[in-house]
C-alpha cells in the first residue's frame, strides 16, 4: 500500500493502524508492512516497527498497567481508546529517550482526533497517573508475575518452568521478548564466506559468525531483498537452529551421500513440509546439487520454494504440491533420507513471530496427534537403513518428545539416535526440537 503524500502517517498514527487491524484480524506482518509503506521519513519507519512490535511483545505487561491506573474495568474500555493507550505506556515503560510529557502529549493529540471528549480525558487521566509512576507486578505466584511481565500466556510459563526452573524460565522469557537478528548460511555453490562476508561489509552490514555452524550474523541489513550477496544467491535467511535440523539428515558423514558418481545421482532426499524451503536448500547444497530433493508443501507455497531455488543456482530440488498426512504410494521406500518439519505451536520462534504468544492451550491441542499422523506417514518413505529425521519449532515436550515415542512404540523397525531440544537463552538461535532416527535394513 503505497499511500500519497497527502496520506503519510507519522509513526505513532501508522503503529495504531497495525494494531487496529492486528487486533480485527489481519496478519500482524502485512499489517506493518503495508503501514511502514505510508511513511515516509526511515527514521519515523522504524519508530512505527518499533512501537507496534513492542506493544504486540508486551500487551499483557502494558494492559497490567493500565488496568492499574483505570477508573473503569478493562472490559468496558472502547478497543481504540486501548490501541491508544498501549502505544502510550509502551513508550513510558521501554523507551527512555521519548519524554514522558511527549508520549502523554501525543497520545492526547490521537485521542482528540479519533475519540469523543470523555475518552480523551480518561485516556488523559490514565497515561498521567502511569507518567508519575508505573506499579509493581503482583501476582499470586512467580509464573503468573513471570506471565504478566513478560506478556507470555501462564500455561506456557508453567510449562517450561517445570523443565527449566524460574531462573531460566525468565532468561528464555527475556529472549523471547527481543529483537532477532537475520542469520544467513552462505551458498558454497556460488560462493564462499570470505566473498560473502566482504560484499555484505561493504554494504554497511555487520557480521558476526554464529558459533551455530558457522551461521552468519547479520545486523543492519536494511531490506536484505537489496544486498546485492543475496540477489546474486551468495547466501539464503536461515536460522542456525533451523540450519542443525537439516544436517541432523547426517550429511557431515563421510560417504552420506555416495562413493560413486552414480550413487550420488540416486541420492534421494524428501523435504515433507518444505516451504519456504530453506531445509531444502541446505540439504541441495551439502549434496553438492546432485540427486535430488523432493520438496513438498501446499500449492500456495511451494512456488516460494521454486523461486528461492532459481536465486540459488540449486537445480536438483523439486517443488510439489502435496499433503504429507496423505499416503503416496509412489514415495514408499524411495528416499535415503526424509525430513519431517511439522506443523507445530510455534513457540520457539516467539520473538520473531510475536503473535504467537496469544495461542491458547486449547488451540495447539490438537497438534501433537497430526505431527504423528504425518511422521507415520512419511516414514514409509524411508528406504531401509535409511534416516528419518522429525523436527519441530516449538519447546512443548507433547509435540516433541512425546510424539517420538509414540510413533517409535508403534514402529518398531525404527530406532532413536539422538533428539535435541534447541533453546534460544542456550544456543542463541530459534527455539528448535530435533529427533534423527533409523530405520532397519531389514
Known sequence: MQGSPAARLSARDAAL????????GRDLRSALNDAVATVSDA???????????GVVRNMTLLDYYIAAASSIPMRKVEPRALDILQVAVYQLAFLDKIPASAAVSEAVSAARRKLNPRAVSYINAVLRKLAAELPPVVADDEAERLAVLY?????????????????????????NNAEPPIYARVNTLKATASQVVASLEERGVAVTANALDGTLELRGT?????????????????DPSSTRAAHALGFAESGTVGETDREREAFTVIDACAAPGGKSFAAAIAMENRGRVLSFDTEKKISLIDDGAKRLGITIVEARAGDSSEHNAELVEIADRVLVDAPCSGFGVIRKKPEIRFKSADEVAALPALQLRILSNCAAYVKRGGTLVYSTCTVLQRENEDVVATFLAKNADFALDSQTTLWTQRDGGDGFFYAVMRRATA
Not at 493502524?17 to 480485527?24: G, P
Not at 527514521?43 to 512490535?53: D, N, V
Not at 536494511?222 to 543475496?230: D, P, Q, W
Open 17 to 24: 493502524t497495525v494494531l487496529r487491524e492486528f487486533r480485527q
Open 43 to 53: 527514521r519515523e519507519r522504524g519508530l512505527t516497527t518499533q512501537l507496534a512490535l
Open 151 to 175: 506478556s507470555h500466556p501462564a500455561w506456557l510459563v508453567r510449562e517450561v518452568m517445570a523443565r527449566l526452573g524460574e531462573a531460566e524460565t525468565e532468561q528464555w522469557l527475556t529472549e
Open 222 to 238: 536494511g531490506e536484505i531483498k537489496r544486498l546485492k550477496a543475496f540477489r546474486d544467491g551468495w547466501f539464503y535467511v536461515q
